[in-house]
Nanobody
Framework: QVLLQESGPGLVKPSQTLSLTCTVS??????????SYWIRQPAGKRPEWIGY???????LYNPSLKSRTSISRDTSNNQFSLHLMSVTPEDTAVYYC??????????????WGQGTQITVSS
């Protein structure tokens, strides 16, 4: 089973950068057709995808966030990270990392971290 664990601070001050790391075990993020996602869900609102890095290192960001977002990976440690810059209270949400096995249009498997609450407040 593929297991994911988010790590990072729970509180971030406005204008700072939110940095989170997802550690993956039980499977390699470089496995063919694996997409490593960051997703967030503000309280009472629908989930919002932030972006992903796929097994080849290709990155794609939500257009609404891409100007502030950077996703990277450390294949040696089987980790991928999120950096969200210039945060505001609107960025307060539960942040999830996830790995999806996607082959063509089909999601054949999905693995999720437990989520971590990030609060942006001074």
């Amino acid at each position: 089973q593929v297991l994911l664990q988010e790590s990072g601070p729970g509180l971030v001050k406005p204008s700072q950068t939110l940095s989170l790391t997802c550690t993956v075990s039980g499977g390699s993020i470089t496995t063919n057709s694996y997409y490593s996602y960051w997703i967030r869900q503000p309280a009472g609102k629908r989930p919002e995808w932030i972006g992903y890095i796929n097994w080849n290192g290709l990155k794609l960001y939500n257009p609404s966030l891409k100007s502030r977002t950077s996703i990277s990976r450390d294949t040696s440690n089987n980790q991928f990270s999120l950096h969200l810059m210039s945060v505001t209270p609107e960025d307060t949400a539960v942040y999830y990392c996830a790995v999806w096995l996607k082959e063509g249009p089909t999601i054949n498997a999905d693995y999720w971290g437990q989520g971590t609450q990030i609060t942006v407040s001074s």
